[in-house]
């Protein structure tokens, strides 16, 4: 069901070749906007674009590699001339080829951490260096860069990738600082576990159950869930909410640590 709240909008989405991303895209177009679907993965963004114009929506699928400061240039320039301007920037590109590589700080590797940070969070220094210009010759913009709950509640592995989530927070509260008189408003999703082709394989099916037990919610996140919040944060909605971080992660930030041990105890009595 659509009610049309961003009729008329033109849509950057990043990382939408898959998961959440992806999702995004597709709720977005469903809700009116012409959407440009980008990805480093070129197969991925067309399987997302044909879903959509399936649907009767209108989107554009461009490779690009987020990483690449003239690559964005000209990705974001694609967007404006194609669908006349660029109202909406959401950015869910993120290297997964890293994961392997991100151990614990006394093994850091100066090429990963590059990776990760040059892909997640200069990824959203680069594209809204240039969607911002657009969006104020407009009047105003709305921009969702994905963090993550492992932003300020890092696992124990993992280093550079929380760095970059956490980095994300600090450059989208800045943006709405600096740009929200503008009309600019910059806001955060911050997922928890989400079932994706990102997560894939990430957990083995111990730590999968360990997640499900720390949730406070009776599933895991899906794609869609992270993507109605972004929806709500670029609508017309979400006029008034500015440098905001919305945690989508089924309560599982909400309550006390020794919780799951506790529910444990009550069990084995
Ligand atoms: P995903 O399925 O891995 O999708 C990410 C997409 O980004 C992939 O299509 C990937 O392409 C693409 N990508 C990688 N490097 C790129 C680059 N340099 N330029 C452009 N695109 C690039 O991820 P997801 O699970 O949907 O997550 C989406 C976002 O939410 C990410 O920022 C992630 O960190 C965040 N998040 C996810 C979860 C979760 O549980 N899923 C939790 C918290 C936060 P390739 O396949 O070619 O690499």
Redesign the pocket.
């Known amino acids: 069901m659509s009610s049309g709240r961003l009729t008329g909008r033109s849509a950057l989405v990043?990382?939408a070749?898959?998961?959440?991303?992806a999702a995004t895209a597709e709720v977005f177009a469903r809700e009116g906007a012409r959407v440009v679907v980008?990805?480093?993965?070129k197969a991925?963004a067309a399987a997302t674009v044909e879903r959509i114009r399936d649907e009767g929506g209108v989107a554009e699928p461009y490779a690009?590699?987020?990483?690449d400061e003239a690559e964005v240039e000209a990705l974001v320039d694609f967007t404006a001339r194609t669908f006349g301007g660029v109202d909406v920037l959401q950015n869910?590109?993120?290297?997964?080829?890293v994961v392997a590589e991100d151990v614990a700080l006394a093994g850091a590797d100066a090429s990963a951490w590059a990776r990760q940070l040059g892909?997640?969070l200069m990824?959203c220094v680069f594209t809204a260096k240039y969607a911002l210009p657009h969006m104020l010759r407009r009047g105003g913009g709305s921009i969702t860069n994905?963090s993550?709950?492992?932003g300020w509640l890092p696992l124990e592995s993992r280093p550079a990738y929380a760095t970059a989530?956490a980095g994300v927070i600090g450059l989208s509260r800045s943006i709405a600082v600096e740009y929200g008189r503008q009309g600019i408003r910059c806001n955060v999703v911050a997922?928890?576990?989400?079932v994706?082709?990102?997560?894939e394989g990430m957990y083995t099916a111990e730590q999968t159950e360990v997640l499900a037990e720390h949730m406070a919610a009776p599933r895991l996140?899906r794609?869609d869930d992270v993507a109605l919040a972004a929806l709500f944060l670029a609508s017309p909605d979400a006029a008034f909410i500015n440098g905001h971080v919305l945690v989508v992660d089924g309560g599982m930030s909400a309550y006390a640590p020794m919780v799951p041990s506790f529910r444990r105890l009550a069990r084995e009595e």
Request: charged share 15%; hydrophobic share 30%.
């Open positions: 990043t990382g070749g898959s998961g959440i991303g980008a990805d480093l993965d991925g690009a590699d987020v990483s869910y590109a993120s290297n997964r080829g892909v997640d990824g994905a993550s709950l492992v989530k997922p928890g576990p989400i994706s082709p990102g997560t996140g794609p």
